[in-house]
């Protein structure tokens, strides 16, 4: 296990377009005895319900989904570039079907019962505030459709408050 620092909120100096779009984040949900992991580059950062949050979209089809459901918390973890790979496996198989992370030889510690990884560099831990289906009646641009929905696969986007900052 790694040594993280907690940190507080007004500390936070991430540029989200690069660490969200670009180098990538592991959304992490689950408990102590099952947890699962999936790599993502939608979300942001902000302040919403007078709370500091966090808003992910996962796709519905995702194992990842269930177990944000089932224990209404998540976080995000921000690993190195020597992760590249991991994260690409990560993204790629399902934990439905064995230990991908594990595989990617990663692994999953715990700050106040919420999982994340502990080779990140940087994690937020979030308790969910909502939950919204992406329906394609909501879309205002008839492009969004055809070149992110042609398989119907649609995302849910959670909107989470951050409970705590860890940095290693």
């Known amino acids: 296990m790694h040594t993280f620092q907690k940190k507080d909120k007004t500390v936070l100096t991430m540029n989200p377009f690069d ?13 102590e005895d099952k ?3 999936m790599t993502a580059s939608w979300g942001g950062v902000g302040v919403l319900w007078g709370s500091d949050v966090v808003y992910i979209f996962v796709r519905q089809s995702r194992y990842t989904k269930e177990f944000i459901d089932k224990t209404g918390h998540f976080s995000i973890s921000f690993l ?6 991991a994260l690409q496996h990560l993204g790629t198989v ?3 079907d064995g230990d991908k992370i594990s595989e990617a030889g ?3 510690a715990y700050e106040n019962g919420i999982p994340y990884i502990d080779e990140a560099e940087l994690v937020l831990t979030c308790t969910a505030l909502s939950a919204t289906d992406i329906t394609m009646d909501q879309m205002l ?3 969004i459709e055809p070149k992110w929905y042609a398989d119907g696969d649609l995302h849910t986007m959670y909107v989470g408050k951050i409970e705590e900052i860890l940095v290693r």
């Open 35 to 37: 947890a699962n992991t």
């Open 94 to 96: 399902s934990g439905r």
């Open 141 to 143: 641009d008839a492009e």
């Open 106 to 108: 990663v692994s999953v």
């Open 80 to 85: 190195g570039e020597e992760y590249r790979k």
């Open 19 to 31: 660490k969200i779009g670009k180098q990538w984040m592991l959304i992490t949900s689950g408990d």
